[in-house]
């Protein structure tokens, strides 16, 4: 029997070819390996993954500890904190300030988790996992897809945990079709946002590179946006620079669907932002992941 897999073969009837044949045609060839794997192919591939990876967090559910624990700790530190300073600028007080930052946290938890993909991709490469997955006769694509999807899930599961914490501190959910469209537009601009922390991932050496980057990446934009307080009072240039924020019109729009406000300018601009991120990082993600050596 040959040792090279066919190029029919599904990803668990690959993994028992061996390793040393199989990496050879893969890593010479992957664009032509995608090429042979029509669309069936690669959702079926993209699914045999995303169980592996839910697979590895029911082994290790200490992974899900940033997803249970950052939205309770946000929410109690901004509200009882800095909440009722902050909502008497806002004309009220500490439950004027809750009505203000749930949404704004919501946009947070998008940015913040979408992280823990850059770093838990960097660690599979550093582990071996990823030699192994460019060996197998699978869409490059696929793997990145899988990740993707599991982080994706993984704010939702953030978001939930983080709306039940704003219930019992007084957060009103009036417009459920407001807070699910809140949702849906943080898990769009979530994913274009994940497609920049799969390529450090791939780029940087190690998790410890990729998660110090992403501090730097991740602490300007989200502390100088509208999330946590709004941008009236902040010097003019700052202003300026939170006006170009995407953090900021997707904390606005969020707000706005969910508690009342404007919403039509600070979506489409929150659309155009996640579009043109994937549009731009989605191919360089997959070519350095093609071609990482």
Known sequence: ????????????????????????????????????????????????????????????????????????????????????????ALGGGQDQYVQYVIPGMIAMMSMTLSQGVGTGFSQDFNSGVMDRFRTLPIGRGSVLF??????????????????????????????????????????????????????????LKNAQSVQAMGFLVLFPLQFGSSIFAPTQSMPGWLQAFTDYNPLSTLADSARGLMVGGPVAHDLWVTVAWSVAITAVMAPVAIHKFRTKN
């Open 146 to 203: 899988a990740k993707i999807t599991v982080e994706l899930g993984r704010m939702f599961f953030a978001t939930t945990v983080l709306m039940i914490v704003a219930v019992l501190v007084g957060f009103d959910i009036t417009n459920w079709p407001g807070l699910f469209a809140a949702v849906g537009l943080s898990a769009l601009f979530a994913s274009s946002i994940m497609w920049v922390f799969l390529t450090l991932g791939v780029m």
């Open 1 to 88: 029997m040959s040792a090279h897999p066919s190029p029919t073969a599904t990803p668990n009837e690959a993994l028992r070819a061996t390793p040393a044949t199989t990496a050879t045609a893969a890593t010479t060839t992957p664009t032509a390996t995608d090429a042979r794997i029509p669309l069936r192919g690669h959702l079926r591939h993209t699914g045999a993954l995303i169980r592996r990876n839910l697979l590895w967090i029911r082994q290790d559910p200490e992974s899900m500890f940033d997803a249970l624990l950052m939205p309770v700790v946000f929410t109690l530190l901004f509200v009882y904190v800095f909440g009722g300073s902050i909502g008497q």
